[in-house]
């Protein structure tokens, strides 16, 4: 199965390991969300979305559907 | 001026630019945590040492020259046009130092177009709590630049910024990477085809029609045989593009920049947990936005009321210092009611503005856009649409520009359509005086029922908002990518100074926009209002005379004379027992009041054979089945141009020719339907006329803003025709069943 | 004086009326906006 944002939990964090190019605005890239860059689930709406993530230094809330877009890998047992 | 230094100020949102621009210059104005705040240019004077002077531009924020906004592209449009008379000799790049790495992204680029670049690193005073150490001298070898270290909080770092921008000269114009290596084969066509341009302002220019449609594509010397790539591929090498100088901004920062993650735990995570919060989040902002409202009424009916007496008092006195004419006449009755008109509004403005810019500063604004956003889906808007609809309760305009930043089309064009819904401050004031009027006094569980009125008021406006909302949303077929991002700056206290500086450009903006109209309609209805053509009007004197010289005194004066004599009888009967002078006096008095009735009658059988009288009449067939008589038939098109004309268009009817100084609610209070012989405000005519401001456009200044955000005709009028036809078909239903 | 508080008036009146004409009529606002395109970032 595909590991996405979509899929952390709150507080748990991961590593971006690629997306899809077509669909993902480059607005995101600009704010830091590349491969190899870390990203934080900070907190989700009720009905987990929007998703509000740190990703690299960027604090940024984004939609479901793009969150679904960013496949990761998780980081295990953080703190 | 052409000595002067030109600048041009850009950075990302949330940097703080405005705030550093605020500093440089002086002229204060807005910093906004919301993205896309700054929305006009901004210009102003810094002055420098030895008399010299700087010019300075503050664009609107921006994270990359890859512009996906309106806002953006004037900010990268002047950048690119050489020939442009505010085309800069220096670009100021402002950064904030939490956010360096993707800040950098935008120097880099604006570096590459070679122009004179400096950085600003904003926000220095929070480098030790966030645990950031930075080697500023490595840096600026680094990116071959000068760096300027600064606080606008505390103030600090702005004089080695301004001496900068002194020796601007001195600076390099090295590019940082070359574009060429994200596609070789295609850039060495392009140089080509362009011998002349620099690459890699030819390819700002080309990626400009990519990500933002309506700008024209200007590449130097027409389109030649060159081969212009599929948006896919662009957006390819765009995405390329970011990844190398993500790659160049990495290497340089490895060496001069550290953040030591054990200092960093700052107040935000925990102040997040609270505010965004799946349960407590939402009540937080609905006390917050309750608390608003509240405040907004408590404090501002004090001012208003004062206003209100001052006005009244001040036509008055104009009667009396100027020789009488028909100047005179025209000051009293038909600008000081005007001006009144508008200056009333300040206060709820000013209170408003001050709540909503207070929201934005703190950061707390974006965390509404993050809570609301799925909530509002289902109707068709964005989370970003809260906004809007929150200033659309002072007024739609500068919430229609606030829709700005909504990234797809489709949520914003249904915000704009539906935004005037809202309550905004203009319909308060028609509210308010037939809500007196008409709903009875009395209690509900402790709340007045005439409170209750207005509460349920603004929530209908916010129901037909929010219903129109889901039907555009089914009706229009407009393919979009609901692309959404919202940044969540980190909170901080807002600065007072901009706080009060936003507050007091929107309310004169409005002031000056809103007023001007009024104004020049208040006097333009003085004169429909004085003037008239037929037998009638010409001859009101004897006609009236005539008739009640037959058959005596109309209704409402008989009620006015027996009334008044009624008070001076129990006054004089206080004062004295001797019948007989009782008796003399009220006759004088009788007499007197019966010459005063007279001219009345004349004044209102004048206005109603004036110019605007007989265009009531005119319309009287159509405003009847809502229970409305021809004045307010008037009342109702004059106030098409701006809701709040109404009040002031029955004040200027009502006042022409009177000698009364009585207030508008009591000459309203007095008026009778002359077919049923009841008070013409009554609950039937007053809910509907409530109904029908609720719901109505109505507002000319909006439908302006309308057509130039949506850039056609067809979305306003569509509007304006929709809002005036439920308006009149809700008023209609109303009436007919309340009557 | 009479004469006066006419020629005042009226160009009052005057003043207005051109006022309101240019503003609704002949609005010369610069028509620069988003567009019935889409504003998205691709």
Known sequence: ?79 | MSKDIKVALIGNPNTGKTSVFNRLTGLNQKVGNYPGITVEKKQGICRLSRGKKAHIVDLPGTYSLNTTSLDESVAVELLLNRNAPDFPDLVVVVSDVENLKRNLLLFTQIKDLRLPAVLVINMADRMKRKGISLDVAALEKKLQTRIALVSTRKNTGIETLKQIIEEYRCLSCQPTIDIKTIDPEYFQRLGKAFPNEDLYKLWVVITQDVNFTPLQKKLPGGEKSFEIKSRQELKKLQHKETIKRYQFINEILKESYAVDLKAARGLRASIDRVLTHRIFGYLIFFVILLTIFQAIFDWSSVPMDAIDAFFASASEWVKGALPEGILTNLIAEGIIAGIGGIVIFIPQIAFLFLFISILEESGYMSRVVFLMDRLMRPFGLSGKSVVPLISGTACAIPAVMATRNIESWKERLITILVTPFMTCSARLPVYLIIISLVIPQGRFLGLSFQALALMMLYLLGFMAAMVSAWALNRILKIPTRRFFMVEMPNYKLPLWKNVFYTVVEKTKSFVYGAGKIILAISIVLWFLGSTGFTEDYNNAETIVSDRVAGQGYTQYSKNYIASNLEAYESALEAETTDASRIADSLEARRGDLEARALSQEIASYRLEHSIIGNMGKFIEPLVQPLGYDWKIGIAVITSFAAREVFVGTLATIYSVGSDEEETIKNRMAAEINEEKGEPLFNLASGVSLLLFYAFAMQCMSTLAIVKRETNSWKWPLLQLAFMSTFAYLTALAAYQILA | MEVWQHIIAYLALGAAVFYLARKFFFPSKPSKGCGPDDCDCH
Not at chain 1, 2 to 31: C, M, N, W, Y
């Open chain 1, 1 to 79: 199965m595909r590991f996405t944002v979509a899929h952390l939990k709150r507080g748990e964090r991961g590593i971006i390991k690629s997306f899809d190019q077509d669909i993902l605005p480059i607005k995101l890239l600009e704010l830091g969300c590349l491969p190899g860059n870390e990203v934080e689930l900070i907190q989700e709406a009720p009905l987990r979305d929007p998703l509000y993530i740190n990703v690299s230094g960027s604090h940024i809330a984004i939609r479901r559907t793009v969150a679904l877009q960013i496949e990761i890998e998780p980081i295990q047992g953080h703190e």
